[in-house]
């Protein structure tokens, strides 16, 4: 029986029981305070439901920004090996020029 279901029934319960005698009035009592208790118990699932949403939501944002992070470190180092590769580049044709004028 769902939170929902289990404060209808109670509300149904406490309607129903309608006897002028004192008994009847302690069970009238006993059945809203269970009522008001069921009412507070679905509060408290529906503010877990609301926090499990979040911690959802936290973690899909984490994991966003560690996929956004680690592409943007992947793009750096793939420029880094770029540039290592033109610096290596140059590197070779200065020395070949440093020869070719060490020769003449």
Avoid: C
């Avoid at 029981?17 to 507070?40: D, R, Y």
């Avoid at 560690?66 to 750096?76: F, V």
């Amino acid at each position: 029986m769902s939170g929902y279901q289990s404060t209808q029934a109670a509300q149904t319960i406490v309607t129903t029981v309608t006897a002028p005698n004192e008994e009847s009035k302690t069970i009238k009592l006993i059945l809203e305070t269970t009522k008001q208790a069921v009412m507070q118990s679905n509060l408290i699932i529906e503010k877990k439901e609301s926090f499990e949403t979040t911690d959802t939501q936290l973690v899909n944002d984490v994991n966003s920004l560690i996929i956004e992070k680690q592409e943007s470190l992947e793009a750096m180092l793939t420029q880094l090996i770029n540039n290592v590769k033109t610096l290596q580049s140059l590197y070779k044709d200065f020395r070949s020029n440093i020869k070719d004028q060490d020769q003449k």
